[in-house]
């Protein structure tokens, strides 16, 4: 987990929370070192540097005009003379010369040297080109990469892996084969790509070769484990994921190969690699994320085939991954029937290369046809519930009336003071967090010690207080979750927030951003006519962010004062209607006890864009666990209601039975899914 820190120094650094942990979940104790198993590790990471002042393309390249670097455009980067080169390392990964090694991302201005490996930020290079400090020591120190930590770990399980067609027995060959589905995968293939397989884990192993073959940097274990009537894949790396930034593939790319399909999977890449024979790369971390420290690999192709999946899931994450990658040279395959992984593509005998035909440009025109779009809408069609968005695990009522969680959305959440909005949004989120939803928190009100305290608690479904020998098992688990925080605390411009938010799309690929709570970013306006007007522009301001980044903002914001013995509906939340306009979701916390009985609150859809269920729900709050997710055995009720202004009664209905909508349309008796 990364926090966002602002200090002293001239950036705002992204490190992890409190340095690095190795987990081993997958990987057999026998073959981890012995104790310590645990190592703290400050600098395995790479410095991840959020500038103060954003930089642009335009920036970067009048900066190397003004001082006389040549560059060549590229794609995702802008390519110069490595100042960190020496003449005799001009090699590109691929082994062949070049004198302009230095990638510049063109949205962050980091750099990376290929020949020597030397990064860091723009203004690292800015010092360097300037001569200015320790900058040009520091770009050379940087260069020579620290021998990673788990470098002895990752020889000792790459030395007691067997290629595949070395395994003794050939029974457990071949079920190794069925278990990865590669029985139609050629042993020469696995050869080519060095796959490996691990006995004692039951696990493919695929290598992570540093650049220009100068030895191994990590390792994915890949373990099958049979579910249902499927195999569900279990990925563990080394070093762990936040770190582990391997192209699998890269070495077989040559510097003049110009086209290349990225997929998900290495399975998918060695099953496109055999049959076509084309140039394929897999994404260290599936959908999940394209760091754009890859970036500057993917330079030299004129174009890209994404090809990483068969869900809805898989072509969100491929329009996105298309936008860092420039999409004009971006392809997508749909997912389809006939249009599985490849790897199953290869299985059930497709013809893959009728597949990869007809993917699709991703570059759109402002204006399109519906002939352009009727795939996409047939797409949404034949999968609604994934069209519906991630479910929650812990809310089955929120998936009843919101369908799910959708990138690009704006959902405001408000509620009275205290009533514990920060402690449900964060359980809201962190449930989605759990399922893979890479998630940005702005928490101005509260520390991120605290907010991450309760969250911890809420991970654990208990007190930690009371069980600090599991805190680190706990801990662990936490930390690989793709949550990170921003840190900024009390006041913040909106402009720098957002910038914020940019980078983090950018850079983790967030696809959800918290914010607690809007009040903080409205100045210190005396008139109430200017504050509701600052109000106004920032609401406008998070929703053109959601939907220009298909990222959803979930957006806390107070409500008015009123009456306390009043339930608060959607013209409660401050300011003018302009929130709950913009709002595709608004979702209220009500603390007024709807039911006899101590410590009921309620959650309240009162708007529902994507399809108009708005309705209630009651939230038990437990104190050990800070949850308020309805416990499995427990019965809830749902009521539906009509609109908006239907308030929730105060009248309780007998006794247990749950609260009665005055304008309640349907009143269902519910158990929630376990
Ligand atoms: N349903 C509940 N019953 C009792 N205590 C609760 C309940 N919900 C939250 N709390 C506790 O109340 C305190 C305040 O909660 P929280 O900070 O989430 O409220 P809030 O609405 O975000 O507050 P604010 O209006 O100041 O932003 C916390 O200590 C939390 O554990």
């Known amino acids: 987990m990364w926090v966002l820190l602002r200090g002293g120094s001239p950036f705002r650094t992204l490190l992890p929370l409190r340095g690095e942990w190795m987990g081993r979940r997958g990987v057999p104790r026998s073959l981890v070192p012995g104790p310590p198993r645990r190592r703290y590790r400050k600098e395995a990471l790479p410095a991840l540097d959020v500038p103060v002042l954003p930089v642009t393309a335009t920036d970067i390249r009048q900066y190397l005009r003004t001082h ?32 302009f090694s230095l990638f510049i991302d063109k949205t962050t201005g980091r750099f990376l040297c290929m020949a020597s490996l030397a990064e860091g930020s723009w203004e690292d290079f800015q010092a360097s080109v300037e001569g200015r400090g320790d900058a040009t020591k520091e770009g050379v ?8 930590v788990d470098s002895e770990e990752v020889r000792r399980i790459w030395d007691r892996a067997v290629p595949l067609w070395e395994l003794p027995d050939p029974q457990e060959a071949q079920l190794a084969r069925v278990m990865f589905g590669l029985s139609k995968v050629t042993d020469d293939t696995l050869k080519r790509f060095s796959v490996r397989y691990l006995r004692p884990a039951r696990s493919l192993v695929f290598p992570w070769f540093s650049p220009g073959g100068l030895g191994l940097r990590g390792l994915k274990l890949v373990g099958a484990e049979g579910q249902g ?51 394929t790369l897999a994404l260290p971390r599936g959908i999940a994320c394209l760091p754009p420290a890859l970036l500057p690999y993917l330079e030299q192709f004129r174009r890209i085939v994404l090809w990483l999946g068969d869900d809805l899931r898989s072509w969100e994450a491929a329009k996105l991954f298309a936008r860092k990658l420039n999409p004009k040279r971006c392809s997508l395959v749909r997912p389809g029937d006939q249009q599985p992984r490849p790897l199953e593509a290869l299985n059930q005998g497709l013809n893959l290369s009728r597949i990869l035909r007809s993917a699709l440009p991703a570059w759109h025109r402002s204006i399109v046809s519906f002939r352009q779009l009727r795939e996409e809408v047939l797409g949404e069609l034949s999968n609604v519930e994934q069209a519906a968005g991630v479910r929650w695990s812990r809310f089955p009522d929120l998936n009843r009336l919101l369908k799910g969680h959708r990138k690009g959305e704006l959902t405001v959440f408000t509620g009275p003071t205290g009533s514990g909005k920060t402690t449900f949004i964060s359980e809201y989120a962190l449930d989605l967090c759990t399922q893979g939803v890479n998630t940005l928190w702005g928490s101005f009100e509260i520390s991120n010690v605290r907010l991450a305290r309760v969250m911890l608690t809420q991970f654990a479904v208990g007190r930690l207080e009371e069980q600090l020998d599991k ?24 402009r720098t927030v957002i910038d914020t938010m940019q980078h983090a799309v950018y850079v983790y690929d967030i696809c959800h951003v918290v914010i607690d709570n809007l009040q903080f970013m409205m100045g210190h306006e005396q ?13 406008g301001a998070f929703r053109k962010f959601a939907t220009d980044n298909s990222c959803h903002v979930t957006l806390v914001i107070h409500p008015r004062k009123e009456d306390d013995d009043k339930e608060l509906q959607t013209a409660s939340i401050f300011g003018s209607a302009k929130a709950s306009q913009e709002a595709d979701n608004v979702l209220i916390l009500q603390d007024r006890r709807l039911v006899t009985g101590p410590g009921k609150r309620y959650l309240q859809v009162s708007k529902n864009r994507f399809d108009g269920d708005v309705g209630v729900f009651p939230l038990e709050f437990n104190k050990s666990s800070l949850t308020f997710s309805i416990p499995p055995k427990s ?21 247990k039975k749950g609260a009665v909508s005055q304008n309640s349309e349907t009143c269902l008796d519910q158990a929630p899914n376990a």
């Open 141 to 148: 120190l940087l260069s020579k990469a620290p021998e990673p």
């Open 635 to 655: 019965k809830a009720r749902l009521k539906k209601i009509k609109d908006d202004n239907g308030l929730v009664a105060k009248k309780p209905s007998s006794g």
């Open 68 to 99: 006389g670097i040549p560059f060549q455009d590229g794609h995702s980067c802008l390519r110069a003379p490595s100042p960190f080169a020496g003449a005799s390392q001009h090699k590109d990964h691929a082994g062949g010369t070049t004198s």
């Open 471 to 494: 805190y680190d098992e706990w801990a662990d688990r936490f930390e690989d979750l793709p949550l990170y925080f921003m840190t900024f605390h009390g006041q913040q411009s909106i």
């Open 229 to 279: 009537d499927g195999v569900h894949y279990v990925e563990t790396t080394i070093p762990r994921p936040g770190a582990f930034h391997n192209l699998f593939g890269l070495p077989l790319i040559n510097r003049r190969d110009v086209e290349v399909v990225l997929t998900s999977r290495e399975l998918d890449s060695l099953a496109l690699n055999q049959s076509m024979g084309l140039p």
């Open 527 to 539: 008139l109430s006519t200017d504050r509701i007007a600052a109000q106004d522009y920032i609401v």
